[in-house]
């Protein structure tokens, strides 16, 4: 058990370093490609997104990480654990939000370019963190049962 979580939390280190990597190279590329054909109204805006869907990514996987200390405790079903989720899925609710309102600028860069791709790029994020928060609801409802039930049961005993 000590084995997987570590793996799980060598995964999350390295995805948040890859996805920092990546999330700095696009708003770099962005604001380049931006004041190139739009002039640079609309940079700020584009690198300002980015920078805070960094952020919220980055605290996304703390909480993940918050996460996998309480499984390494054996505590799983504690407060804490529903907590974790539901800021999980605060933050990816607000990077939902913060991708569509983004939606236009992605636009502006694949007429520009000719990149249909950065749009459905676009979706696909947007896509997947609707995903991440849905299930991290989900989570957090199953915990409040789990919880609910074993006080019940420690409550017969």
Not at 33 to 38: F, M, T
Not at 130 to 146: D, E, P, T, Y
Request: proline share 3%; with cysteine.
């Amino acid at each position: 058990m000590k084995a997987k979580i570590n793996f799980l939390k060598f995964s999350v280190i390295m995805i948040g370093i890859v996805l920092t990597g990546l999330g700095a190279v696009l708003a770099w590329l962005m604001s380049w490609r931006l004041s190139i054909h739009v002039g640079f109204i609309a940079v700020p805006f584009s690198v300002v997104g980015l920078l805070v869907a960094i952020c919220l990514i980055l605290g996304v996987l703390v909480s993940a990480w918050q996460l996998l200390k309480l499984i390494q405790s054996a505590q799983p079903f504690a407060q804490q654990a529903v907590k974790y989720l539901n800021r999980i899925t605060k933050m990816a609710t607000i990077l939902v939000g913060l991708f569509i309102v983004m939606m236009p600028l992605f636009y502006l860069i694949a007429v520009f370019d000719d990149a249909p791709g950065m749009i459905i790029i676009n979706l696909f994020i947007i896509a997947m963190s609707a995903m991440v928060g849905v299930f991290g609801a989900i989570l957090a409802q199953l915990f409040k049962q789990a919880m609910l039930m074993k006080s019940e049961l420690d409550l017969t005993i």
